[in-house]
């Protein structure tokens, strides 16, 4: 259970931000939000890697920096083909 206390009688507003079109975020359609963190947590055989598949297809371009920490990268089949898009698209 979460419990919550008043502390000071101060304000907290969020910081206003300028609106972004969205054409000019890629991948708007899976992420609407400009530079969104995302996690994904999920059992094995679930299809988190398809999943990563997608995002980076549809989010990254030319100066993208792409850092994999897969301790499976150079073995599993779906990311060799993830490495192997990447290498050749020149990410």
């Known amino acids: 259970m979460i419990r919550t206390k008043k502390i000071s009688n101060e304000v907290v507003r969020p910081i206003p931000r300028e609106n972004i079109s969205e054409d000019r975020i890629?991948?708007?359609?899976?992420?609407?939000?400009?530079?969104?963190?995302?996690?994904?947590?999920?059992?094995?055989?679930?299809?988190?890697?398809?999943?990563i598949n997608k995002i980076l297809k549809e989010c990254i371009n030319k100066n993208t920096k792409v850092y994999i920490f897969a301790s499976t990268a150079y073995r599993d089949h779906n990311w060799k083909y993830i490495v192997k898009w990447l290498s050749k698209k020149k990410y």
Not at 29 to 50: D, E, H, M, Q
């Open 26 to 51: 890629k991948g708007y359609k899976l992420f609407p939000i400009l530079y969104a963190n995302i996690f994904l947590l999920a059992k094995k055989r679930s299809g988190k890697t398809s999943v």
